[in-house]
């Protein structure tokens, strides 16, 4: 009898997979059928929605070939922590340099330019390593000495998201400053990602930088940043307003703040248009800041009132 209902069982799976083979054959047509329709949808550039994204004609950068860039380039900036010492790096820093500069510029780049000149670009901006080390050795020493937790210099440049993010936009910057299109963009991008710092990478920002935590500080295009400026988490320089063109679309002109030498900001300020904080100031947590202050301000909330006296009642 056993032996009856497992032959039976057989014969009823055995059954029910033809029936539901025999169905999704009879649904094939109509399923391929649908799925080239919405290709074909897709494919249409006439949409008033999303006709101004033209395809590409060109290959576009590559994301994780940039990552594997960046990680190169920090191994050839610091030896030994973020790599085995390789002595191919530096060719194999300069061959995805000069295949994705090729690619920015000849998708992006307004003047038409192919990419032809991508490997003087490419060796122009290998030359510039020197002095990007040199300033993200400023902002570890900042990080370090503004930090009682930080235990060494080596643990402020494996550990810290600021570093992270500064070693990016550094590396961004100068690429910016050469007028390479996107790429600098998508590097930024890459660590605000990572740490939630988003450092736009045509800001200035100079020597012995820090950002203490880090998550939520966000930087603009056109900030102007001097030397040994402090930033707690949280922290927004941005724009007020846009100034708008005749379609009514933003113009990229000065927005954002300058920062002089010497200022701190603490966690969760916000401080917006093109005014200017004057060298050796201090604003405090939580404040709105719309005006220019001169050299030596001191800006903090009001304190609350209370009548708090015990405070033992943990």
């Given at each position: 009898?056993?032996?009856?209902?497992?032959?039976?069982?057989?014969?009823?799976?055995?059954?029910?997979?033809?029936?539901?083979?025999?169905?999704?054959?009879?649904t094939?047509?109509?399923?391929?059928?649908?799925?080239?329709?919405?290709?074909?949808?897709?494919?249409?550039?006439?949409?008033?929605?999303?006709?101004?994204?033209?395809?590409?004609?060109?290959?576009?950068?590559?994301?994780?070939?940039?990552?594997?860039?960046?990680?190169?380039?920090?191994?050839?900036?610091?030896?030994?922590?973020?790599?085995e010492?390789?002595?191919?790096d530096?060719?194999?820093?300069?061959?995805?340099?000069?295949?994705?500069?090729?690619?920015?510029?000849?998708?992006?780049?307004?003047?038409?330019?192919?990419?032809?000149?991508?490997?003087?670009?490419?060796?122009?901006?290998?030359?510039?390593?020197?002095?990007?080390?040199?300033?993200?050795?400023?902002?570890?020493?900042?990080?370090?000495?503004?930090?009682?937790?930080?235990?060494?210099?080596?643990?402020?440049?494996?550990?810290?998201?600021?570093?992270?993010?500064?070693?990016?936009?550094?590396?961004?910057?100068?690429?910016?400053?050469?007028?390479?299109?996107?790429?600098?963009?998508?590097?930024?991008?890459?660590?605000h990602?990572?740490?939630?710092?988003?450092?736009?990478?045509?800001?200035?920002?100079?020597?012995?930088?820090?950002?203490?935590?880090?998550?939520?500080?966000?930087?603009?295009?056109?900030?102007?940043i001097?030397?040994?400026?402090?930033?707690?988490?949280?922290?927004?320089?941005?724009?007020?307003?846009f100034?708008?063109?005749?379609?009514?679309?933003?113009?990229?002109?000065?927005?954002?703040?300058?920062?002089?030498?010497?200022?701190?900001?603490?966690?969760?300020?916000?401080?917006?248009?093109?005014?200017?904080?004057?060298?050796?100031?201090?604003?405090?947590?939580?404040?709105?800041?719309?005006?220019?202050?001169?050299?030596?301000?001191?800006?903090?909330?009001?304190?609350?009132?209370?009548?708090?006296?015990?405070?033992?009642?943990?």
């Amino acid at each position: 009898m056993y032996k009856q209902e497992i032959i039976t069982y057989k014969y009823m799976k055995l059954s029910l997979y033809l029936r539901t083979f025999k169905s999704k054959r009879n649904t094939m047509p109509t399923v391929t059928n649908d799925l080239k329709k919405t290709a074909d949808r897709l494919a249409q550039e006439n949409v008033p929605e999303y006709k101004f994204i033209p395809r590409p004609e060109c290959l576009l950068p590559d994301i994780g070939s940039i990552g594997e860039l960046m990680n190169t380039a920090k191994g050839l900036l610091f030896p030994g922590f973020f790599s085995e010492a390789n002595g191919n790096d530096m060719e194999r820093l300069f061959s995805l340099l000069n295949e994705q500069i090729s690619r920015a510029l000849c998708c992006f780049d307004r003047q038409g330019n192919t990419g032809k000149n991508a490997p003087e670009l490419a060796l122009t901006f290998i030359g510039q390593l020197p002095e990007i080390k040199r300033m993200l050795a400023t902002d570890i020493k900042a990080v370090h000495d503004c930090d009682p937790a930080a235990t060494s210099y080596n643990e402020v440049l494996f550990c810290y998201p600021a570093i992270q993010a500064m070693t990016h936009y550094r590396i961004a910057h100068e690429l910016l400053l050469m007028k390479i299109p996107v790429l600098p963009r998508i590097i930024t991008e890459l660590a605000h990602s990572a740490t939630g710092i988003d450092i736009h990478p045509g800001a200035e920002i100079g020597e012995y930088f820090s950002i203490d935590h880090g998550t939520g500080v966000v930087i603009g295009e056109t900030c102007i940043i001097g030397n040994h400026v402090r930033l707690y988490q949280g922290v927004t320089l941005g724009a007020k307003g846009f100034t708008l063109d005749n379609d009514g679309l933003p113009v990229n002109v000065p927005r954002h703040p300058i920062i002089e030498d010497n200022v701190i900001i603490y966690s969760n300020s916000t401080i917006l248009g093109r005014i200017t904080i004057g060298h050796d100031s201090v604003i405090g947590g939580n404040i709105w800041q719309v005006y220019s202050v001169p050299p030596y301000s001191r800006i903090i909330q009001r304190k609350a009132t209370t009548a708090f006296t015990d405070g033992l009642g943990i």
